[in-house]
């Protein structure tokens, strides 16, 4: 497959569809600031789940994602407009498997927003002693759901050019409270290896709750499969994607695994979780009440959560919304979905995710939200690089003329791809395995709304129109 650029304009005067504007380095801070979001607010579920070990859990999580990113990274130049999971599994397997990875993955993104506007929240209700009650928490979150929603209809310029300032700036904080902890004085590595093998998880049949601990740990790392939902509007030789599938992999891993090694060695874990911080919040908290730090816990704490969280939420939202759009104009979804506003930006896949986010806020448990969440993220995002992992090698076998040319082929062939599958299934079952209660509510409302919306496309829409998808041979129906 040769070298090719997405800079073909739309037909003269015409005022539909994405638009190409995104430079390369747009597309990576989409994909690395979705995924670096997690450092200061469930920095105590990671330890929870990992203990003083967290950073190795990092590590090994970052080389367990990996081969997956490089089997996106071969598959993502195939296609050209957005749609991800949806186009991969509806060709590499059916239409049914389609629509369910992408709403699976849409599971994950969809359950960042109202997360992370609760972490947001409670922040500002702990930074400045409001003692919140959970019903104004939630108030708070709705507000903050919709000025998102109104960001979102806003320029694609303007909101990749306010997601990279902030995905910087975390960045930069998180890399300088590193360092702050590391020279504190009180920094030691007695404290890194006195709970390395701690979780809080109950070992399950006979496998150890670390693992399991570490398997959920997928979390903090899904954000590298927004890349394929925004090559429709792309600027660049569509190979590059792999720049930022891949770099944003391995930035995300290498400052969690520094990180949570400087964290992990400033007192011992029960002390990290002592009292409140257990609840999130967990490093801005040893910062004041261990090294009895004022200024730069505020600091920090602003930066990273308030700035870091607006770029996760902007990723997200972003992808979600352009998924939604993919389905649309591949008869997924109704036709009503493919519409955009005067910025080009899709209005009714904007208006059912904040519909969906606040449905999901009021689901929420005052006690258990914050882990409940960032289970439910682990296993929809698990199951949906699992079936695309099976999909790739379906595809590869279907169609190897694709192939031809693409510079980014894995190393290995289908023994990579199998292996980034194996992985990823065996990282799904750990997540049943970490699940709770409301992780499962959540999930069953979200994919009961999914049936509900596929039951009608099978016995309805699908029987009047067929998916159309373009690949490398020209449209396709399925």
Not at 102 to 115: D, E, G, N, Q, R
Not at 137 to 142: E, F, K, N, P
Not at 295 to 314: D, E, R
Not at 378 to 400: D, E, Q
Request: aromatic residues 14%; charged residues 10%; glycine residues 8%.
């Amino acid at each position: 497959m040769s070298d090719i650029t997405n800079n073909a304009p739309p037909p003269a005067g015409e005022d539909t569809g994405l638009k190409r504007s995104l430079k390369l380095v747009f597309v990576y801070t989409v994909a690395t600031g979705s995924i670096f979001t997690y450092v200061s607010y469930w920095d105590s579920v990671f330890f929870g789940y990992t203990g003083s070990g967290t950073f190795l859990a990092f590590a090994l999580m970052t080389l367990a994602i990996l081969p997956v990113a490089l089997v996106y990274s071969e598959i993502s130049p195939l296609f050209k407009t957005a749609g991800g999971e949806l186009i991969y599994n509806t060709v590499g397997i059916n239409k049914h498997f389609g629509f369910f990875a992408s709403w699976l993955i849409m599971a994950a993104w969809i359950s960042v927003p109202p997360a992370v506007v609760m972490a947001v929240a409670t922040f500002i209700s702990k930074q400045f002693n409001l003692n919140l009650s959970f019903q104004t928490t939630i108030l708070i979150g709705v507000v903050i759901l919709l000025l998102v929603f109104f960001m979102s209809l806003q320029d694609i310029q303007f909101l990749v050019k306010a997601q990279a300032t902030c995905l910087f700036a975390n960045i930069a904080t998180t890399l300088i409270t590193a360092v702050l902890i590391l020279t504190s004085g009180h920094w030691s590595f007695d404290n890194v290896i006195g709970s390395f093998s701690f979780s809080a998880l109950d070992g399950t049949f006979g496998i150890p709750g670390w693992v399991i601990g570490m398997a959920l740990l997928i979390t903090p790392y899904f954000g590298f499969e927004t890349v394929p939902q925004m090559v429709e509007e792309g600027d660049f030789p569509i190979n590059n994607t792999k720049k930022a599938i891949c770099g944003s992999v391995i930035t995300c891993g290498a400052i969690y695994s520094i990180f949570f090694f400087c964290v992990a060695g400033l007192a011992p874990v029960k002390d990290l979780l002592a009292g409140d911080a257990a609840n999130g919040f967990m490093t801005i908290t040893a910062m004041q009440n261990i090294l009895g730090w004022k200024f730069w816990p505020v600091v920090y704490g602003f930066v990273s959560i308030l700035m870091g969280m607006t770029a996760s939420i902007l990723g997200f939202w972003m992808s979600t919304a352009r998924m939604l759009y993919s389905m649309g104009t591949k008869n997924f979804l109704p036709s009503a979905f493919t519409k955009v506003n005067k910025h080009q930006q899709p209005i009714l896949p904007n208006i059912f995710l904040l519909v969906v986010s606040i449905t999901f806020i009021l689901l929420m448990n005052a006690g258990t939200f914050m882990n409940d969440f960032f289970n439910l993220m682990s296993f929809g995002c698990a199951c949906a690089y699992a079936l695309t992992m099976i999909s790739a090698v379906r595809m590869r076998h279907k169609h190897p003329d694709w192939y031809k040319g693409n510079k980014n082929v894995v190393k290995g062939g289908d023994a990579m791809r199998i292996l980034a599958m194996v992985i990823m299934i065996a990282i799904a079952f750990f997540c049943t395995l970490g699940q709770g209660v409301g992780s499962w509510i959540s999930f069953a409302v979200y994919l009961g709304i999914g049936v509900v919306i596929w039951l009608w496309m099978l016995l309805v829409r699908w029987k009047k129109t067929p998916v159309v998808i373009e690949t490398p041979d020209g449209e396709q129906t399925f």
